[in-house]
């Protein structure tokens, strides 16, 4: 197949419009061998070229390439000149506007990209001082006063890509309209070669104010853990340790192949700790130096996940295991009058029980966080499954793994100081409230077109039953299929943040008899639902 004239002349005027000479002669040379013949850089040419990245759950993410489907300078000027259409629409001209990164590739010159761009357009931009975690930007947005946040990065997601987050004026992330009002400023923006930059954007001097917050959250007087800690090559290593020492854990030791930022993650397949094996290297420190607690972040930092030991060994706790032991802790020692707390629609629906438990409020909410910090007034706590929580939403709403390792700690320690565990917290939690374990299920596609059928197909013709149970269907939105039955839920959605397509499980199972057969019941359906589920979607 040679090349279409259309992709061609698309090319070429991208190319013509890219003010980045390094991206300019990195298509130009695509070109050239798709025109020479070459079967596979005429397909790489149309990917490259296929649309541009749009703002889905976590605002832009995508390859670091050049071209308009990919992360590059040239998107990133046109990306900010919507922004700032946006902030002007809103009436926020002259305002402030906090500009933070990673230490991916590219991060540094995107985030100068985009504070030119803003500073001409009339904005004071505050620049974080070097590649620092995600929260912390967050954070000094509703510190400072900001209109809005950016922040360069693409969390967890594999080396290759890079990303760019957008924070309105209340600290948390854009929401439906302001989404779709942004794409139609990308759209309406000039070429990237004719975007007005100017210099002018100045460092925040004093960043202390976030770890001085966190070091106000534990509740409990116990200090003696042992922690190990890994920032999975990414940016939150050194806050982490400050924020933990500035809270009074002071024997915290850092997984030392993985403490320094790098961006191409040299030690893991994926820099996500729900991925097996990520926390590898973190859970055979944790056993060398007889570690009470390990505790994981993702690379930007607004994730955690904790390793606990058991009678096998160490092991990762699930998402939902975390955040269901975080929340009765904040519950059970937060001050507030009818407080709210909030999970998603495919997280663990224990947290519900608990809640109820604590007399307190519960909401349930779409995936991501731009939803859950929306749950309501009093809200003291967040998650999600994937790793994301929120126990200061007052302060950073967004998910904050730094503030969350803390609150682990205080947690873990206060109970160590009486002979208990994080487990038998949990233990407890299954016996009052019945056994939930949880699973999920992920199918990756190369094109992410390819994901929207398998969706639109199972939601138009949902199966009848599920472990021998009768289960309907009830997707909150067009593209969720949630079906449920009598102590189970399916639901299936494609990933807002990667190519893929997930689907998360749970079963429920009361505790009749003893806990140990309780979780032997729960453990045999939960098997069987993720067999028929996987035989569900390849069909």
């Keep these: 197949m040679s090349l279409p004239s259309a992709l061609r002349?698309?090319?070429?005027?991208?190319?013509?419009?890219?003010?980045d000479q390094a991206t300019r002669t990195e298509l130009q040379q695509v070109a050239a061998r798709a025109m020479g013949g070459d079967q596979a850089a005429v397909d790489e040419l149309a990917d490259r070229m296929n649309g541009t990245l749009a703002f889905g759950t976590a605002g832009l993410r995508g390859p670091v390439r050049a071209g308009s489907n990919g992360m590059n300078k040239a998107v990133v000027l046109r990306a900010t000149h919507g922004v700032a259409a946006w902030l002007t629409y809103q009436g926020h001209t002259g305002g402030t506007v906090?500009?933070?990164?990673?230490?991916?590739?590219?991060?540094?010159e995107f985030a100068e990209a985009a504070a030119s761009v803003l500073v001409a357009a009339g904005f004071v931009v505050r620049t974080m001082p070097g590649p620092l975690p995600t929260p912390m930007t967050a954070f000094h947005v509703r510190a400072l006063g900001?209109?809005?946040?950016?922040q360069i990065t693409a969390s967890h997601n594999p080396p290759a890509d890079n990303g760019y987050k957008?924070?309105?004026?209340?600290?948390?992330?854009?929401?439906?309209?302001d989404d779709a009002l942004i794409e139609t400023g990308i759209r309406e923006a000039p070429p990237a070669v004719s975007v007005p930059v100017a210099p002018g954007a100045s460092p925040l001097a004093d960043v202390s104010g976030y770890v001085a917050r966190i070091a106000t959250l534990p509740r409990g007087v116990a200090r003696d853990l042992r922690v190990v800690l890994t920032p999975m090559h990414g940016v939150g290593g050194e806050t982490a340790l400050e924020a933990l020492r500035a809270a009074g854990f002071t024997d915290v030791r850092l997984v030392e192949q993985q403490a320094a930022p790098d961006p191409d993650f040299p030690t893991v397949a994926f820099p996500n700790p729900e991925e097996p094996g990520a926390a590898d290297l973190l859970l055979?420190?944790?056993?060398?130096?007889?570690?009470?607690?390990?505790?994981?972040l993702d690379p930007d930092a607004d994730r955690c996940a904790l390793g606990v030991r058991d009678e096998n060994g160490w092991r990762m706790l699930r998402g939902d295991e975390t955040g269901v032991l975080l929340g009765s802790h904040v519950l059970s020692t937060v001050d507030r009058p009818d407080p709210l707390v909030a999970s998603t629609i495919v997280s663990s629906s224990m947290l519900s029980h608990v809640a109820a438990a604590h007399g307190a409020r519960h909401v349930e909410t779409l995936t991501g966080f731009k939803w859950l910090m929306r749950a309501g007034e009093g809200l003291v706590f967040a998650y999600e499954e994937?790793?994301?929580?929120?126990?200061?939403?007052?302060?950073?709403?967004?998910?904050?793994?730094?503030?969350?390792?803390?609150?682990?700690?205080?947690?873990?320690?206060t109970l160590?100081?009486?002979?208990?565990?994080?487990?038998?917290v949990l233990d407890d939690l299954y016996t009052a409230h019945g056994v939930h374990l949880t699973d999920q299920i992920s199918l990756r596609f190369a094109d992410v077109t390819a994901m929207l059928p398998l969706v639109a197909g199972l939601r138009s013709a949902p199966p009848e039953q599920l472990c021998g149970v009768p289960v309907s269907e009830d997707g909150p939105a067009a593209d969720i299929v949630r079906l449920r039955g009598e102590g189970l839920r399916v639901v299936v959605r494609p990933s807002g943040t990667e190519p893929k397509v997930k689907a998360y499980l749970e079963v429920v199972t009361p505790?009749?008899?003893?806990?140990?057969?309780?979780?032997s019941q729960a453990a045999t359906r939960l098997v069987t639902l993720r067999d028929e589920v996987t035989a569900l979607l390849k069909d």
């Design 9 to 19: 002349d698309r090319a070429f005027r991208w190319i013509a419009d890219d003010p």
């Design 98 to 108: 906090i500009v933070g990164r990673d230490a991916r590739h590219g991060s540094a």
């Design 146 to 150: 900001a209109v809005a946040g950016i």
């Design 166 to 177: 957008v924070y309105t004026d209340d600290g948390a992330q854009i929401v439906p309209p």
């Design 284 to 296: 055979g420190f944790a056993s060398e130096v007889d570690a009470d607690l390990a505790v994981a």
């Design 386 to 413: 994937a790793l994301g929580l929120s126990v200061d939403p007052d302060h950073v709403r967004d998910k904050d793994g730094i503030s969350a390792a803390v609150v682990a700690c205080d947690m873990a320690a």
């Design 416 to 424: 160590k100081a009486s002979g208990r565990t994080l487990l038998d």
């Design 511 to 519: 505790v009749t008899g003893t806990l140990a057969d309780a979780r």
